[in-house]
């Protein structure tokens, strides 16, 4: 593994282009596209109701529920592959995780908006680790008070990005529409939840 610590105040930031190889990845990608059970909800947002611009997935071996956007995910089981990348992640990271959301973005025009991943079940200055599958995309981070530049960083096929610290404290990210991009990507967000 060779983590890149990256340079941020209020939190760390760390990242792994080459966390998998490019065989790894594919096999993964194309595995996981076709096996998870996708699901596609509904948010509510300002008081309005529409679909969710991207698929998603739950899964923890424990029987922890997670909330955001006022939607509430029960887990499913771990996929086997899932698993086997959980274990190998928690050996070379030196950290534990018991949950991980998993994003499908089927193109450029799929979408996360501006957000923190500080829900309380994740308690604080939780680690969360994001491994990309599939399409480079561009991941956004801001400052909550402006007090530090924006960073913009190309998360690559196979990558590992550590987000620890106060960063969710203190920072937003988003994956911004790209109408260009035409394949998918997969992302997994293995997560540490207290219950």
Not at 70 to 81: G, V
């Amino acid at each position: 593994m060779a983590l890149e610590v990256l340079p941020i105040v209020d939190g760390q930031l760390s990242l792994d282009q080459g966390f998998l190889s490019i065989k790894q990845a594919d096999a993964l990608l194309q595995q996981l596209l076709a096996e998870l059970p996708w699901r596609h909800d509904h948010l509510t947002v300002f008081g309005k109701s529409h679909l969710m611009p991207r698929l998603h997935c739950y899964q923890s071996e424990q029987n922890l529920n997670y909330q955001y956007s006022n939607l509430t995910l029960q887990p499913q089981s771990y996929h086997a592959k899932v698993l086997q990348l959980k274990r190998y992640l928690e050996a070379v990271t030196g950290q534990s995780y018991n949950a991980v959301l998993i994003n499908l973005y089927r193109d450029g025009l799929d979408k996360m908006g501006w957000h923190s991943d500080d829900e309380p079940e994740l308690g604080n200055n939780p680690s969360i680790a994001s491994i990309s599958l599939g399409a480079q995309r561009c991941f956004k981070l801001r400052h909550r008070d402006k007090s530090a530049a924006d960073i913009a960083l190309q998360l690559n096929h196979g990558s590992l990005l550590l987000m620890a610290g106060e960063l969710q404290q203190h920072w937003q990210h988003c994956l911004p529409i790209r109408k260009k991009i035409i394949q998918p990507r997969i992302n997994l967000t293995f997560r540490y939840l207290y219950s």
